[in-house]
């Protein structure tokens, strides 16, 4: 489901930015959607080989990410199953980062209080137990720079807040305008020319009645 939304923003540069005990750029912001796919295609639970959350590190991250990005419209979808670890930044600075840039985070906690999800390569989603979210955080990150928060305990319901995220974020493209233009100077030069060769016979058959 997620790389059919990718695929469905064909003219907007996506890029992803991963994080557990430490926050780190997977893909730049990219037009090329077949290579984003084979990037998460090869990105599992042991990329980062660092145990924690750093939300608020991954949030700065990625709007540093975003910050040179030409788009009227900045969005981030910020997704994760536990609650921030006590060496990641402060949220404040993450939050005022989003606003100053004018980027609107969408959050998505995943999982419920009994734990979070995660996607095994060879067995799909699993839940992870004793990894709780932090709802409230997610709510005010989303609430803070206008976007919104969501939760999600199973699969279908994960695709259901990618179509509503894609309803939400709609936005016109300027595309060359093209007129097609037709020469009408031949024409006109020929007409002349046909002017003047009457005209030349004219005078030469009044000059020989004469």
Known sequence: MLFRSINKRQNDPIGVVIFSGAAVTRCPLTLDKQLLAEILNQTSVETIPVDGTVLAEGIIVAANRLKKSSASSRIMIVLTDGAPSYHDSDPRQA??????????????????????????????????PNNEYN????????????????????????????????????????????????????????????????ELILLTFFWVRL
């Open 135 to 198: 709802e409230r955080l997610l709510r005010h990150i989303a609430s803070e720079t206008g976007g919104a928060f969501f939760k999600a305990s199973r699969q279908d319901e994960m695709n259901q807040i990618y179509n509503t995220i894609d309803s939400l974020e709609k936005s016109s493209q300027e595309v060359p305008l093209f007129a097609k233009y037709r020469e009408y100077f031949p024409y006109l030069l020929l007409i002349a020319a046909a002017l003047l060769l009457i």
């Open 95 to 128: 939050i005022g980062l989003a606003k100053k840039l004018g980027i609107r985070v969408y959050t998505i906690g995943i999982g419920s209080v009994e734990g979070g999800w995660y996607k095994d390569p060879f067995f799909g989603w699993q839940q992870q």
